[in-house]
């Protein structure tokens, strides 16, 4: 019985919201690892780019429910999600036209995208922060749980409660299909393709025929897309506050780069690599030691770092990375 308390409990406060978690940096890190192989520069406003599209997404479901309009057990930031998709997309299309087109023009170098991408990003978060405030928003609706603490502990009679909720069943689906979409869409449609083809050859690519603008374009809005989507996703899970999402930037590149910069796969890889890296270092095993080991007492935690530092996690591990392996665990292009 002690086994599955701990077997529970680890469930509760580790499995499950890493898994949540590292679906929402999945698809962050597929965001980044698109621009960074097709686009060829690391775009660092991808976090702001994430907040922007949430922040017109919790806006459009004020209006919604301002109508009374929802979606049932469902959050109504589903409903609101792709108008959040357009609009983020309109701006970073915008923003490339005005800003990255003509760096691309003279051919400038990666690093000079870089610190463009930067000056972008302040900017955004500028928009952002001026479009919906600086306080932290919670605009889950719909049912909370899909199995509550209660409903667990009377169906198994067990000490320890396992707790799910709708926003993690939500995030892990939607991003599952998300995902499929994307492979597909590359896989299988000559617009796909051609973005795989520019990807591995740009030279070769533009000789074959490939509109270069259109490649751009499509590679714009499908990462504006997955920013909108893990960003809403995050914000249903935990909550809204611009300047998390700039916080975020971190363990999303550390996915990325973990994973291999410029791969798709592995930037899912690398996505659940480190939320479960920083959950388990951050999580106090006290619990399921006590349960685990009879007679088992400790003063301590048994927490290698408080939750505070779990960003210091995702360094770690890039540092690592780029020290050892700096083209990822499936060998994306070298950073």
Do not use: C
């Amino acid at each position: 019985m002690d086994f599955l308390n701990a077997l529970v409990a680890i469930l509760n406060y580790v499995v499950v919201p890493a898994s949540a978690y590292g679906a929402q940096l999945a698809l962050g890190a597929l965001g980044v690892t698109l621009i960074y192989g097709i686009l060829r520069f690391s775009n660092f406003a991808h976090g702001d780019t994430m907040a922007f599209g949430t922040a017109i997404t919790i806006i459009v479901t004020w209006g919604l429910q301002s109508l009374g309009v929802s979606f049932g057990p469902l959050p109504t930031a589903l409903i609101a999600l792709p108008f959040g998709i357009a609009a983020t997309a309109a701006l970073v299309l915008a923003t490339d036209r005005m800003v990255y087109a003509y760096y691309r023009k003279v051919r400038a170098a990666p690093v000079i995208l870089v610190m463009v991408s930067v000056g972008v990003m302040f900017v955004m978060n500028g928009v952002t922060r001026f479009l919906i405030g600086v306080d932290e928003i919670r605009f889950a609706d719909g049912a909370r749980f899909a199995i509550s603490a209660a409903e667990f502990k009377a169906a198994t009679g067990l000490a320890e409660p396992l707790a799910i909720r709708s926003t993690q069943l939500l995030t892990l689906a939607i991003a599952a299909l998300v995902v499929w979409a994307l492979f597909w869409f590359l896989n299988h449609t000559r617009t796909g393709k051609s973005m795989r083809a520019f990807s591995d050859n740009e030279d070769l690519a533009l000789l074959s025929g490939i509109n270069p603008n259109r490649v751009v374009a499509v590679t714009w809005i499908l990462a504006a897309a997955l920013a909108t989507t893990a960003g809403v996703l995050y914000g249903l899970d935990k909550s809204f506050k611009a300047f998390n999402y700039f916080q975020l930037l971190l363990p999303i590149f550390a996915a990325a780069i973990v994973g291999g910069l410029g791969n798709p796969l592995g930037a899912i890889a690398g996505g659940f690599i480190i939320a479960f890296s920083e959950v388990g270092v951050t999580y106090a095993w006290k619990k399921v030691a006590t349960y685990l080991i009879p007679g088992f007492e400790s003063e301590g935690l048994l927490q290698l770092l408080s939750t505070e530092y779990k960003f210091a996690v995702s360094f770690a591990i890039l540092i690592i990375v780029l020290l050892f392996k700096p083209t990822g665990i499936f060998k994306g292009k070298s950073v």
